[in-house]
C-alpha cells in the first residue's frame, strides 16, 4: 500500500466518525470544569493557609506581654516568613509559565519546569521542620515540656519526611519521563 | 470572557472538529478512550482564553488534544478514585457501523509507535504542512522531514506484509 492510499483511507473517516458523544455524559463534564484546580494550585495554597494559620494561632494563644516565651514569636515569625517565600515562588511560577510557547516542545519544558517546582516545593516542606523544630525545642525547654515537644516533633517530622518522599519520588519519575520524551521529540531517535 | 461564553465556544469547537478529538483518542489508547477524551476536552476549555486566532481552531486543537494526549499516556496513575465515577456513564460510544479493515491496521501500527511519532504521523495523515507540523510539535521543519521520511517508509513496508498475509 502507498502511502497516498492510507491517505485516502484515512480521510474517508471524517464523513464517519469513529464515536458517538453521549451528550449527557458530556453535560456532567462540562458542569465539574470550573472546578477543576491544578494539583500545584492546591499545594501552593494549602501550604500557604497552613503557615499561615499556624503562624496566626501561634500568636492569638500567646498575646504579646511581657514575660512571654519568646521562641513563640519567633516560630510563629518563621511561618510567615515561609508564606511570604510561598507567595512570592507561586508568583515566580505564574509569570515562567507564560514563557513557554504552546508547541508540543514548549508544553513539555513547561511540565518538566513545573516538576521540578514541585519537587523544591517538597523539599521546602521537608527541611522547614529542622529550624522550626529547633525553634519548638528552645520553646519546649524554655516552658520546661522538653519530653513532650519532642515527642511532637519526632511524630510530625516523620509524617512530613514520609509525605514528601512520595511526592518528591513521583514528581522525580514524572520529570524523567517527560525529560526523555523531550529528548525523543529534540533528537529524533 | 464569561464561563458561558467559555462554554459555548467549546460546544460549537466540539460540533464542528470532534472527529478531530476522535482520532487522537483512538491513536493514543486502545482502552481508556472516555478518559482521554474527558481529559482533552477539559484542556481545550481551560484553553479557550488562551486562544488568539493567530493559529486555525485546527491546529490550535490538534495542539492541545495532542499535548494532553502524550502527557497522559506518560502519567503515574491516570485518575482518583472520585474521577472514575464520570466513566461509570460512558462519555463515547463506538460507531459499530465503521468497520474498514485497514483504518483500524493503520489506528493499530500508529499505536505502535512512541507518542511523539504518533503525533507527527497524525498530523501527516492530516495533511499539515511542514511548518505548521514544525509550529505544532516545537522542532525544525528538517527534524519533521527526517521523521515523516523514517515513518512512512516504515507504514508502507508494514503494509506490504498486510496487503500480502493479512497481518
Known amino acids: ?189 | 470572557m464569561t464561563e458561558k461564553e467559555q462554554l459555548d465556544i467549546l460546544e460549537g469547537w466540539l460540533k464542528l472538529h470532534k472527529g478531530l478529538i476522535f482520532k487522537v483518542v483512538r491513536a493514543y489508547t486502545v482502552t481508556d478512550h472516555d478518559d482521554l477524551f474527558q481529559e482533552i476536552i477539559i484542556q481545550v476549555w481551560h484553553s479557550i482564553p488562551a486562544f488568539r486566532r493567530e493559529a486555525s481552531v485546527t491546529t490550535w486543537l490538534y495542539r492541545i488534544a495532542l499535548n494532553t494526549a502524550i502527557k497522559w499516556t506518560k502519567k503515574e496513575k491516570k485518575y482518583s478514585g472520585a474521577e472514575t465515577l464520570d466513566n461509570v456513564q460512558h462519555l463515547l460510544q463506538e460507531n459499530r457501523a465503521q468497520t474498514d479493515e485497514r483504518l483500524s491496521w493503520l489506528y493499530g501500527e500508529i499505536y505502535k509507535l512512541d507518542e511523539i511519532e504518533r503525533s507527527v504521523t497524525l498530523l501527516l495523515l492530516e495533511g499539515f504542512s511542514y511548518k505548521d507540523m514544525s509550529a505544532i510539535l516545537g522542532i525544525s521543519e528538517s527534524n519533521v522531514g527526517v521523521r515523516i521520511n523514517r515513518i512512512k517508509k516504515q507504514l508502507i513496508a508494514k503494509s506490504k506484509n498486510y496487503d500480502s498475509h493479512g497481518i
Open chain 1, 1 to 189: 500500500m502507498e502511502f497516498d492510499e492510507m491517505k485516502k483511507i484515512w480521510d474517508a473517516q471524517n464523513s464517519q466518525p469513529f464515536y458517538e458523544i453521549d451528550e449527557k455524559a458530556l453535560r456532567n463534564i462540562q458542569l465539574k470544569m470550573n472546578t477543576v484546580l491544578r494539583a500545584t494550585s492546591v499545594s501552593e495554597w494549602l501550604l500557604i493557609l497552613i503557615n499561615l494559620g499556624a503562624g496566626i494561632i501561634l500568636l492569638g494563644l500567646h498575646p504579646f506581654k511581657s514575660g512571654a516565651n519568646i521562641f513563640l514569636y519567633l516560630e510563629a515569625a518563621w511561618m510567615f516568613g515561609i508564606v511570604v517565600y510561598l507567595l512570592v515562588c507561586r508568583d515566580r511560577r505564574i509569570k515562567a509559565s507564560r514563557r513557554f510557547d504552546r508547541s508540543i516542545h514548549g508544553d513539555l519544558d513547561h511540565w518538566i519546569s513545573l516538576a521540578g517546582y514541585q519537587m523544591r516545593i517538597s523539599q521546602i516542606v521537608r527541611w522547614n521542620f529542622l529550624p522550626l523544630g529547633a525553634i519548638m525545642i528552645l520553646s519546649g525547654w524554655e516552658a520546661g515540656k522538653l519530653a513532650r515537644v519532642g515527642i511532637v516533633i519526632l511524630v510530625s517530622f516523620s509524617v512530613a519526611f514520609y509525605v514528601t518522599s512520595k511526592g518528591y519520588q513521583v514528581n522525580k519519575r514524572r520529570k524523567r519521563k517527560l525529560q526523555v520524551l523531550k529528548e525523543k521529540l529534540d533528537t529524533g531517535i
